[in-house]
Structures are given as structure tokens and as C-alpha cells.
Nanobody, 120 residues
């Protein structure tokens, strides 16, 4: 089992910045892709950004140029730097980790979520 602990959420005014962190721990063998998702009230959870084990990144168009995803493999941690935040970025943000066991079994794990609120 892999546990994920997120931190860094909070409340900011429009134009502000936040940095989310997600630390993976437990029975870690090989972490593959790591990503951030968000879910606003009344909406489906959506992908925000993803980073592969090799460092390739991709992000939804609405956050490109404002959000940056990165990872520290030594610390089993993924980050989301969020700049120029807008009220429409308000949501619960979740990290997701794809993990491969020594037997080659692939699982994915979710964090508990951290609230980001942006006021105008």
C-alpha cells in the first residue's frame, strides 16, 4: 500500500500563488506517473497536470502558463506551483500516483484532497 499526504492548499485572492505538495510513503517500489486533479462543487473531477517518471509534463489548457508540475523522485513527492490564480481555480485538489510493484502490478492511489479557494 502507498499512502499520499497532500499539503499547501488554502485561500488566496485572485492573482495570488499557492504551492501544493504530495508525499508518497509506504510500500513503494516504483512510482510511475504522478498527477494533480481537481474537483469543483457540482463538477466532475478533472485532470490538471501530470508528470511522467521521466519528467515529461502535460497540463490542461486552462492552467498552461500559470501552473507548473514537478517532482522530486528522491523524496517521492510531486508539486504543483500555481500562479495567477483565478476564482475558477477554486476546487479540491487531489494528487494521484501510479505505482508499479516488484511483480509488475500497476495500481493507482489518491490523496485525501486539499482545498484551494480563490476570491475575486
Amino acid at each position: 500500500q502507498v499512502q499520499l499526504v497532500e499539503s499547501g492548499g488554502g485561500s488566496v485572492q485572485a492573482g495570488g500563488s499557492l504551492r501544493l505538495s504530495c508525499v508518497a510513503s509506504g510500500s513503494i517500489f516504483n512510482i510511475d506517473a504522478m498527477g494533480w486533479y481537481r474537483q469543483a462543487p457540482g463538477k466532475q473531477r478533472e485532470l490538471v497536470a501530470v508528470i511522467t517518471s521521466g519528467g515529461r509534463t502535460n497540463a490542461v489548457d486552462s492552467v498552461k502558463g500559470r501552473f507548473t508540475i514537478s517532482r522530486d523522485n528522491d523524496k517521492n513527492t510531486v508539486y504543483l506551483q500555481m500562479n495567477s490564480l483565478q476564482p475558477e481555480d477554486t476546487a479540491v485538489y487531489y494528487c494521484k500516483v501510479d505505482h508499479i510493484t516488484s511483480d509488475g502490478v500497476r495500481n493507482h492511489y489518491w490523496g485525501q484532497g486539499t482545498q484551494v479557494t480563490v476570491s475575486s
